[in-house]
């Protein structure tokens, strides 16, 4: 997925606020909350924490079929 500016502008958003994004993946999705976008092995990814748990995801945002943000 290629994301638009809008969608970058709202995903640092969540970031910076906190917030819990929805993340659609290979059929799945995964609610997590983000906690950085960066470079990881060539590959655009969001560092997240799944809330419920404490476990740390990789998302790679060429594997995503979409996001949302979740409002709080």
Do not use: C, K
């Amino acid at each position: 997925m290629q994301l638009s500016t809008r969608q970058y502008n709202l995903l640092e958003r969540a970031i910076s606020d906190g917030r819990r994004i929805v993340v659609y993946r290979r059929g799945s999705e995964f609610v997590v909350r983000p906690e950085s976008l960066g470079l990881r092995a060539g590959r655009e990814a969001i560092e997240t924490i799944q809330p419920a748990t404490g476990d740390r995801m990789t998302i790679y945002l060429d594997d995503l079929e979409g996001f949302e943000v979740v409002d709080a």
